[in-house]
């Protein structure tokens, strides 16, 4: 099945800086690469995803880019705020019969005011 | 993801006892997915419906069951043989099959419940 990991578990930036968040996969099949969002207590929540035949993909101040040689992707948070703090999953898809998402084991972002 | 609702949104227990936790959703989707959520262990699929009348064990199936008699329900029985069953249980669903010319993975989460075992 695909591995996914998450590095490092915590992540804390200054207001304002940028943030990157990388993950890794196994399973050079796979085709989908979503980030989610979970701020504490609730539900995660689909940020950005992006697919195997682009490199990067923006959507305002977050972007995720895609190394399918290397078999990573990271998220980038570009001026952070208080707002971004969360924990964020990333995931990929396995790609045999049962196709099904993996998740990480999530990042923990803290933005300093 | 609100058109996916789970009840109720605590939940206690008393050990030796089985609970059952409901998942809604009018999203017209196939697949539908149960998660849970312990501190620092990201998510763990517990059990997985592609289609009505049909399921699959997910990593961590054992002391849990669930069933799939209607397209919009998916509910999850945490049995007694789960003996660790304290934790943040997540429901989500999907398409399953082709979106826009391409495979959808896409899952959205319904609000969680929260269950402890007394």
């Known amino acids: 099945g695909e591995n996914v990991e998450q590095h490092p578990s915590t992540l804390s930036v200054q207001e304002g800086d940028s943030a990157v968040i990388k993950c890794t996969y196994s399973?050079?099949?796979?085709?989908?690469f979503p980030w989610y969002k979970q701020e504490l207590g609730k539900r995660p929540q689909l940020i950005i995803d992006i697919r195997s035949n682009v490199g990067e993909k923006k959507d305002q101040r977050i972007a995720v880019t895609l190394n399918k040689t290397a078999k990573h992707f990271s998220l980038h948070i570009t001026e952070t705020q208080p707002e971004d703090s969360a924990v964020y999953f990333c995931?990929?898809?396995?790609?045999?019969?049962?196709?099904?998402?993996?998740f990480g084991k999530g990042i923990t972002l803290s933005v300093r005011p | 993801d609100g058109g996916i609702t789970q009840s109720p949104k605590y939940l206690f227990r008393k050990e030796g006892q089985n609970v059952t936790l409901s998942c809604e959703q009018n999203l017209n989707h196939d697949a539908m997915y149960w998660y849970r959520q312990d501190p620092g262990q990201g998510l763990r699929l517990i059990y997985y419906?592609?289609?009505?009348?049909?399921?699959q064990k997910g990593d961590i199936a054992e002391g849990y069951s669930v069933s799939r008699e209607k397209k919009e329900s998916f509910p999850l029985t945490v049995t007694s043989a789960q003996k660790n069953p304290t934790a943040f249980y997540l429901c989500?669903?999907?398409?399953?099959?082709?979106?826009?010319?391409?495979?959808?993975?896409?899952?959205?989460f319904g609000p969680g419940t929260r269950l402890t075992v007394l």
């Open positions: 995931a990929a898809p396995f790609t045999g019969a049962n196709s099904k998402l993996t």
């Open positions: 989500a669903s999907s398409i399953w099959g082709w979106s826009s010319g391409d495979l959808s993975y896409t899952q959205y």
């Open positions: 399973d050079s099949a796979s085709n989908y």
């Open positions: 419906s592609q289609i009505v009348n049909d399921f």
